[in-house]
């Protein structure tokens, strides 16, 4: 197995006493590469992440098969993220059990794929402590940050309507905006869409709870 070999410390502890959330996620063991792509593809398209193998839920360590856990880590990386996530694996042991410590970055590239419970690849976003598929206003606004034309904005009475909205609200959904900027939905996500990428506004991203809010 590659990566780097420590005795556990504090550090790990406290990262167990942390619980699993955004950046941080426990496996009590690896049985499919898949559903860990899904893990390293949600932390690469959202803030990075660490994955403990061989820690239940509950934060207790059981311990993990190194050099077998690392190589379905691998493959989930290699062969089922798409475009690959890099990852980088310290091994920590401690009363000699093992835990696996996988460590993701942020991606410049997302978004990246992984193949759900049907085998079809989606991308996936980190919400909390769960991995979720992303939205599809979630899929354009990557697009747009990613694209090198220049975005232009006229300050239109639809946008005025959404700036004094705020004022009053601390949030809005693309419907609501589409009822006060008398807009088509298509185009209320554009511009939408648009302030997110130039920083004006920002997108919650939950499937669950899309809206978008001032930066500031």
Avoid at 61 to 80: F, K, N, P, R
Avoid at 175 to 190: N, Y
């Amino acid at each position: 197995m590659q990566g780097e070999e420590k005795v556990v410390s504090r550090y790990i502890t406290n990262l167990i006493g942390m619980g699993e959330g955004l950046t941080l996620d426990f496996k009590h063991s690896i049985t499919d590469s898949k559903k860990i792509a899904r893990s390293l593809a949600a932390f690469a398209n959202t803030q990075g992440g660490t994955l403990l193998v061989g820690v239940k839920d509950n934060g207790s360590i059981t311990g993990v098969d190194t050099d077998e856990e690392y190589y379905m880590v691998e493959a989930a990386s290699t062969l089922y993220c798409r475009p690959e996530v890099p990852f980088e694996v310290v091994k920590w042991n401690m009363n000699a059990k093992t835990v696996l410590e996988v460590k993701v970055k942020p991606s410049k590239l997302r978004p990246h794929k992984a193949p759900d419970k049907n085998g079809h690849y989606k991308a996936y976003i980190r919400i909390a402590d769960e991995n979720m598929v992303v939205t599809s206003t979630q899929l354009k606004i990557w697009k747009a940050e990613r694209s090198r034309k220049s975005i232009g904005l006229n300050l239109s009475n639809a946008q005025t309507a959404l700036f004094e909205h705020f004022k009053q609200n601390p949030r809005i959904t693309i419907d609501e905006f589409c009822k006060i900027g008398f807009l088509p939905a298509t185009e209320a996500e554009r511009i939408l869409v648009n302030l997110t990428v130039l920083g004006t506004i920002r997108y919650s991203g939950n499937p669950a709870d899309e809206y978008f809010y001032p930066s500031v």
